[in-house]
C-alpha cells in the first residue's frame, strides 16, 4: 500500500511541494511589500550589541526540517532586529545602495533559473544579456564603443582585475609563467593613486604581490583632487631609483568627499610613460547618465579600465559592479585557463566570460541591470539622480547658511562633507569630539543615519543622497535633527 502524504508536509525526497512554493512565495511578497511600506517606523540603525542575534541562534544545526512558517517568523523574531535598514529613506551613510522593485523582481527569476554563466554554453541568454545590457550602460555613461564590459560581484573585485591585467601588460616581465617569489630580475613595481584612493586599490595591491610600498599615494589640491604635478614627480623619482611603474588609478568620486581626479591631465601622463590608467567610478560614474553632468568623465574614455557599481547610485540590489576596460584580450590572458570539460565546440564564436576572471561560476546578475533599465528607462534614473544632485546642493546651502556650521568640501555630486562649529569650541581637536558625539546623538535618534569621514585632520560629518527612496522631506527631517541634537548637546555640561 502506497503511503497518502497530505500537505504541507515535508518531502522525503526532492524539492519543496510547488503548491508550498506558492503560497510561501506570495507571503514573502505581502511581508515584503509591508515592510517598506513601514520602513520608515524602523530605527536605521539597530540597537543591538555583538552576539546578540548570534544568541538567538540555536548553535547546532537543525537535525528536522521546519515548515517555512516558523523560518519566516524567525525572520521578524530573530533578524530583524539585528538588520541595519539599507531601503531605509533617510539612510545617509558610506554610499547607499537601493533595492528597488524591479531590482528584487529580477533577483528572484535569477534564483528560479538558478543558473550558472560559466561559458556561453551554460545559458546563452544569461552571456548575451550582459553583452547588451553592459552595451546600454556604456552608452548612457558615455564612454566609447572600444569599451568591453563584464559584471562582477563588487568594485574591489572589478578593480583587483584591472590591476591584474595592468601587472600582465608588462609581458616582458613573464609574471603568469614564472610568478614573482624568489625572482632576482623583477624590478621593484609601483601602482599610483591619490591619497584619497578607495581602499579596494591596496587591497588589489596586496593581492598581486606588489605589497603595501607597491603602491604609492600622491598628494592632492585643496578640493581633493590628486595633483597631477606631483604624480609626474613620483613616476620619475621611481623611475630613477631602478622601480618599475605599472598603473595609474584615478576615482571620478572619491569615497570620503566625492572628489574627481583631474583624468585628462592623468590620462596625459600615463600616455607619456606609457602606463595602464584605471578609473574607478565606482559611486560617481552613474552621475554621467545626465547630459549636465557628463564632464565628470571627463577623460575617461582614454583610459585601459573603468569600473561602476549599479549597486550604488543606479538603484540595483547589492551585488552588481561593472569592468570595462579597452583591452579585454589582456585581461583575458591574465586569467584564461580552459579545462577539458568545459571546451565547447562554439568557443570561437561566442564570449565565455569565465575567461576574464577568478570566478568560474556566475550568477545571472544582467538580469537586475535589465529589469531596473527598462522599468525606469533612462530618462527615469536620470531625474532621479538629478533629483539627489539638487537635494544634496540644498542641504549645503542651509549648512553654508548657518553659523555654526560649515562645509568642508566641494559638493560635485551628491554627498555633503560638513562639521558643526558652535561658537566656544575653538581647538580642532574640541571640535573632533563634538562633531564625533554629534553624529552618534542623530545616528542614535533612530530616524538618521550618518556616517564620517577625516578631511585632513577635520572629522567630517558626510550625507550622501543617492537612495532611491529619499525626498525633500527627508532632507528636511535630517537637518532638522542634526540641528536639534547639537542644541541639546550645547545644555548640557560637556563631559
Ligand atoms: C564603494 C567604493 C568601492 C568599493 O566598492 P565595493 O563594490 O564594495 O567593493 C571602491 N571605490 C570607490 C570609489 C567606492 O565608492
Known amino acids: 500500500m502506497k503511503e497518502k502524504f497530505s500537505l504541507p508536509v515535508h518531502p522525503s525526497l526532492g524539492d519543496m511541494p510547488s503548491e508550498e512554493f506558492q503560497s510561501a512565495g506570495h507571503k514573502a511578497i505581502d511581508w515584503a511589500v509591508e515592510y517598506l511600506n513601514h520602513i520608515e517606523e524602523y530605527p536605521v540603525c539597530p540597537d543591538v550589541a555583538p552576539g546578540d542575534i548570534r544568541r538567538m541562534l540555536p548553535q547546532a544545526p537543525p537535525q528536522q526540517g521546519k515548515p517555512m512558517e516558523h523560518i ?59 553583452q547588451v545590457t553592459l552595451g546600454w550602460l556604456r552608452q548612457m555613461i558615455g564612454l566609447p564603443e572600444s569599451f568591453w564590459g563584464i559584471m562582477y560581484d563588487t568594485a574591489s573585485v572589478s578593480t583587483f582585475h584591472a590591476l591584474a591585467a595592468a601587472r600582465e601588460q608588462l609581458s616582458d616581465l613573464k609574471i603568469r609563467e614564472h610568478g614573482m617569489i624568489g625572482r632576482k630580475d623583477l624590478p621593484k613595481l609601483r601602482v599610483y593613486a591619490s591619497e584619497f584612493v578607495h581602499s579596494s586599490i591596496d587591497k588589489a595591491v596586496i593581492a598581486l604581490g606588489f605589497g603595501t610600498d607597491g603602491i604609492r599615494k600622491i598628494p592632492v589640491d585643496e578640493s581633493f583632487r590628486m595633483k597631477p604635478a606631483a604624480l609626474q614627480d613620483a613616476i620619475a623619482e621611481d623611475r630613477r631609483n631602478g622601480i618599475r611603474p605599472v598603473c595609474v588609478v584615478a576615482t571620478v568620486g572619491t569615497t570620503s568627499c566625492t572628489s574627481i581626479d583631474p583624468v585628462p591631465a592623468i590620462a596625459e ?35 585601459d579600465s573603468f569600473v561602476i ?12 559592479s561593472v569592468l570595462y576596460t579597452r583591452k579585454p584580450k589582456i585581461l583575458k590572458q591574465a586569467f584564461s585557463l580552459v579545462p577539458e570539460y568545459l571546451r565547447t565546440s562554439r568557443d570561437d564564436e561566442v564570449e565565455n566570460y569565465m575567461d576574464y576572471g577568478i ?27 538629478r533629483e539627489h544632485i539638487r537635494l544634496a546642493s540644498l542641504f549645503a546651502s542651509w549648512i553654508d547658511k548657518h553659523s555654526e556650521f560649515e562645509r568642508l568640501a566641494p559638493v560635485p555630486l551628491s554627498t555633503v562633507c560638513f562639521r558643526a562649529r558652535p561658537a566656544g569650541i575653538e581647538t580642532e581637536e574640541e571640535l573632533s569630539v563634538f562633531n564625533e558625539k554629534l553624529m552618534r546623538a542623530v545616528n542614535q535618534t533612530g530616524k538618521a543615519f550618518l556616517s564620517h569621514t577625516k578631511l585632513g585632520e577635520r572629522y567630517t560629518l558626510r550625507l550622501v543622497v543617492s537612495h532611491l527612496r529619499v525626498q525633500e522631506s527627508d532632507v528636511r527631517e535630517v537637518w532638522e535633527i542634526i540641528q536639534a541634537q547639537m542644541v541639546q548637546m550645547m545644555k548640557r555640561p560637556s563631559s
Open 72 to 130: 519566516f517568523s524567525d525572520i521578524d523574531r530573530i533578524i530583524m532586529p539585528g538588520m541595519t535598514h539599507w531601503n531605509h529613506p533617510r539612510f545617509f551613510a558610506y554610499f547607499t545602495s537601493s533595492a528597488s522593485g524591479p531590482g528584487v523582481l529580477a533577483d528572484i527569476f535569477s534564483s528560479v533559473f538558478g543558473t550558472n554563466g560559466m561559458v556561453w554554453q551554460t545559458s546563452p541568454s544569461a552571456t548575451e544579456l550582459e
Open 269 to 303: 601622463i600615463c600616455e607619456k610613460e606609457n602606463l595602464w590608467l584605471h578609473v574607478d567610478a565606482a559611486h560617481g560614474g552613474a552621475a554621467a547618465i545626465l547630459p549636465e553632468m557628463r564632464h565628470v568623465i571627463d577623460g575617461c574614455s582614454r583610459a
Open 309 to 320: 557599481n549599479p549597486h550604488k547610485w543606479m538603484f540595483v540590489p547589492v551585488d552588481l
Open 359 to 385: 570566478p568560474l561560476g556566475r550568477r545571472f546578475r544582467a538580469l537586475k541591470l535589465w529589469f531596473v533599465f527598462r522599468y525606469f528607462g533612462w530618462d527615469g534614473l536620470a531625474v532621479r539622480i
